[in-house]
């Protein structure tokens, strides 16, 4: 059974506006999360990170918010940009003693110009 | 080259032909590590290569057979496979393999289909 689990397998927004991708997670030993993005025909790229010590995390355009309580995070990307559309993949893990890093299906956002 | 590069890119195979996967990383890390993604399934971590040493094996079959001569190579042996292990096979590395959750490095992958 998953313990990620990536919802939405797509989603369309509009250049400019906000794009919210969502994550549940079952296990609640995971602290730290983790978000890739992914090209086609290119492996996935690493694009932000948040602790379970910490609700939110910033990084320019990119925010992720985690929910505790609801096993739940989002990305939040804003405003977006066409360059953004891709594959975005969530990643959970237990940070200390782990050995294993479970990824969602992934979600493909199409950024509309 | 820069990264993490791997070859083939698309690889067909029959059921009885043994193959590999290389994998190379010019970053100066010191773990590297095979994933598999079958379609519609999320990423899963088979081995895990720390300074050449195997610290995970996630129950992986004895038809995927991995190999690190050095911290910058990896191999993935392949023999006697079967049709459901066709899948995007994804190399990675990162500086240290702990924690685990430590920012990786992803290669292009290697599109393999068997036969």
């Known amino acids: 059974d998953q313990q990620v689990k990536q919802n939405s397998p797509s989603l369309s927004v509009q250049e400019g506006r906000i794009s919210i991708l969502n994550c549940d997670y079952t296990n609640s030993m995971f602290d730290y999360f983790l978000w890739y993005k992914k090209y086609p025909a290119e492996g996935p790229t690493f694009l932000i990170s948040?602790?379970?010590?910490?609700d939110k995390n910033e990084d320019g355009r990119f925010t992720v918010f985690l929910n505790k309580s609801a096993k739940h995070l989002s990305l939040h990307i804003v405003p977006s940009q066409p360059g953004d559309s891709a594959v975005y993949f969530c990643?959970?893990?237990?940070?200390?003693?782990?050995?294993?890093?479970?990824f969602g299906t992934g979600t493909r956002l199409t950024v509309i110009p | 080259e820069t990264g993490v590069t791997q070859t083939p890119r698309h690889l067909v195979m029959g059921m009885t032909n043994k193959k590999s996967l290389k994998c190379e990383q010019h970053l100066g890390h010191n773990a590297m590590y095979w994933y598999k993604q079958s379609a519609k399934k999320p990423l899963e971590l088979m081995f895990v290569y720390n300074f050449k040493e195997q610290t995970e094996n996630n129950s992986v079959p004895s038809r995927f057979s991995p190999e690190c001569p050095n911290s910058s190579h990896l191999f993935l042996h392949l023999h006697t496979l079967q049709p459901e292990d066709s899948a995007l096979y994804l190399c990675a590395s990162s500086q240290d393999w702990a924690p685990i959750t430590i920012q990786q490095y992803f290669g292009p992958g290697t599109r393999l289909t068997v036969t």
């Open positions: 948040i602790s379970s010590i910490k």
């Open positions: 990643a959970a893990s237990a940070k200390t003693g782990a050995n294993n890093l479970f």
